[in-house]
């Protein structure tokens, strides 16, 4: 029996070996910083500071999607945000939230979230059962 499982141990090392090795490659090749290319979006976050109507929102969005490298919008007339993605390789967010303040004539504000907002990461991740679990095994003191 001991013989048997001594026999097992190596192929079993070197396969577990070989899986955390492959794991390790996948990571590296996933999180790497890539190039924008044709297929990257970025999302952006305009704040406006006046109240909105659901007219002036739908002419905000009308406004953002004529925008070229726009694809995308969300306008949220209560608490005044629109987050729209875009092509980086088409368009840049600060000339188009800066021309939207310009021809809407709206103070508009782009949202940065802070370098502290950004280690929190993920604002859903705090809410999911996956995310309880990680911050009660591995949390910051």
Known sequence: ???????????????LACL??????????????????AHTRIMARMDIKQSLSQEDGEQVKTWLYSQPGVDHVLVNVSSRIAVFTYSPLIADAG??????????????????????DLQKGCPAMAQSLTGKIYHLFISKK
């Open 1 to 15: 029996m001991i013989r048997k499982a001594l026999k097992i141990l190596p192929w079993a090392g070197g396969t």
């Open 20 to 37: 955390i090795l492959v794991l390790i490659v996948h990571i590296y090749l996933v999180t790497r910083p890539k190039a924008p290319d």
């Open 95 to 116: 000339d188009i939230i800066s021309r939207c303040s310009q021809s809407l004539h709206y103070t508009t504000t782009r949202y940065v979230p802070s370098e502290a």
